[in-house]
């Protein structure tokens, strides 16, 4: 059987992520598979969100991220590469500066994207074929350090959108009361208030929850009841004693509130009652942009 290996990197405000992904050619089309997911806790949005900007030493620990990213890939011999920066890279000063460094320094060329690349990457993963009772039209949302991006997906409809509205950023105070209520317009505009519309729920926050909430081991949904116990759990509980009880990593157990508030206030407008989580991200919309890319590139190759 065939295959190619594609690698994407994902640089958040929260993390830093490489995916090696494989690609199987078959007759039935292609089926990607992960390999390997290294993730970096480089948070850029602690900088960019309090100082408007990245500072040396979060510039150096990305730098030399990208540095050991650059040698995994070439070990992996993959085929291509994506990186992009999200939220906290658009909102920095400096980010352009820094993107140009990194480059110098490892080779490896990032591109800084917008929110609405970001929701439609991220949206373009495709709904899993294992997610079997899920409906037809659903609010794809993922929820992020800086940044949601959202994408209704239905019938022969896909609209997208991003706020400003992330974990790191609700940590350090720095969500602006207009973009949430820019978000209930939106939501508002395209139909979706009181919609009870299933929520497609990306992102680590939401796929920690998943594991700890889920109801049976074979379920690719929680309920929203789930996640508003597990909300009013977590409250009560002190940052080191969610590390010990929900087996959280020290970057993961101060944004998993606010993950879930973001959540329970997009519920608490369209009234979903199921998430859905496929496990899929912005880094799997890469590697399928990758494949795509390659198709296209084949299919211009002049052979004697």
């Not at 290996?5 to 494989?22: C, Q, W």
């Not at 806790?41 to 150096?60: H, Q, S, T």
């Not at 890279?89 to 140009?100: L, Y």
């Amino acid at each position: 059987m065939n295959y190619l290996r594609f690698a994407s990197i994902d640089i958040g405000s929260n993390a830093i992520r490489l995916l090696s992904s494989y690609v199987f050619e078959t007759e039935e089309g292609p089926y990607f598979r992960k390999g390997l997911l290294v993730r970096v806790p480089v948070r850029l949005g602690e900088d960019a969100f309090r100082y408007g900007k990245i500072m040396k030493d979060k510039e150096y620990k990305l730098t030399e991220t990208m540095l050991s990213f650059k040698h995994l890939m070439l070990a992996m011999d993959v085929h291509s590469y994506k990186a992009y920066a999200t939220s906290a890279m658009r909102d920095a000063s400096n980010g352009r500066e820094i993107v140009e460094h990194v480059e110098e320094v490892s080779g490896i060329r990032i591109e800084i994207i917008s929110g609405e690349k970001e929701a439609s990457v991220i949206s373009g993963t495709s709904v899993p074929q294992f997610i079997e009772d899920i409906p037809e039209r659903v609010l794809f949302m993922d929820v992020g350090g800086g940044s949601t991006e959202f994408t209704l997906i239905g019938d022969q409809e896909m609209v997208s959108e991003s706020f400003n509205i992330g974990t790191i950023r609700s940590l350090f105070h720095s969500i602006h009361s207009t973009e949430w209520k820019r978000l209930k317009k939106w939501l508002k505009s395209i139909g979706l208030l009181d919609s009870k519309i299933p929520i497609l729920g990306s992102g680590g926050n939401i796929n920690k929850i998943y594991k700890i909430k889920r109801a049976n081991p074979l379920d690719y949904f929680i309920t929203t009841g789930s996640l508003e116990q597990f909300y009013k759990d977590i409250k009560d509980l002190s940052y080191q004693e969610r590390i010990v009880k929900h087996q959280l990593n020290p970057d993961r157990a101060d944004v998993i509130q606010p993950a879930c508030e973001i959540f329970l206030k997009v519920i608490e407008h369209v009234g979903s009652e199921r998430i859905y989580v496929p496990k899929t991200g912005l880094s799997d919309g890469i590697v399928r942009d990758l494949y795509e890319d390659y198709l296209q590139q084949a299919e211009h190759i002049q052979y004697p």
